[in-house]
Nanobody, 123 residues
Framework: VQLQASGGGLVQAGGSLRLSCTASGRAFSSYIMGWFRQAPGKEREFVAAISWRGDPTYYTDSVKGRFTISRDNDKNTAFLQMNSLKPEDTAVYYC?????????????????WGQGTLVTVSS
């Protein structure tokens, strides 16, 4: 599956952004979808994941209550709604697809990656 992420940009602290990840290819609904991010000088980290039909979902602790991952299998698209953004959320955000039979937060379990979209949160 090929992935295309979009929706990044510059936003003030406390603001919101919605990232989209559109997939091409077959059987989008067979993939667990995830979002990762990589801040300058840091390792790529897990942000959120969503199972095939939208439930359950998983989040890293730092975004719980602020970010929401969702998907629309009819439109082959996954989303990451980001609210109450903080400067420490600044990073390149990547969407990824996992074809394994279990939900994982490890980037090594995601075989397909989008190109990344930059989110910059100003203080």
């Amino acid at each position: 599956v090929q992935l295309q992420a979009s929706g990044g940009g510059l936003v003030q602290a406390g603001g919101s952004l919605r990232l989209s990840c559109t997939a091409s290819g077959r059987a989008f609904s067979s993939y667990i979808m995830g979002w990762f991010r990589q801040a300058p000088g840091k390792e790529r980290e897990f942000v959120a994941a969503i199972s095939w039909r939208g439930d359950p979902t998983y989040y890293t602790d730092s975004v719980k209550g602020r970010f929401t991952i969702s998907r629309d299998n009819d439109k082959n698209t996954a989303f990451l709604q980001m609210n109450s953004l903080k400067p420490e959320d600044t990073a390149v955000y990547y969407c990824a697809a996992n074809q394994r039979s279990y939900i994982s937060t490890s980037s090594s379990d995601f075989g397909s990656w989008g190109q990344g979209t930059l989110v910059t949160v100003s203080s």
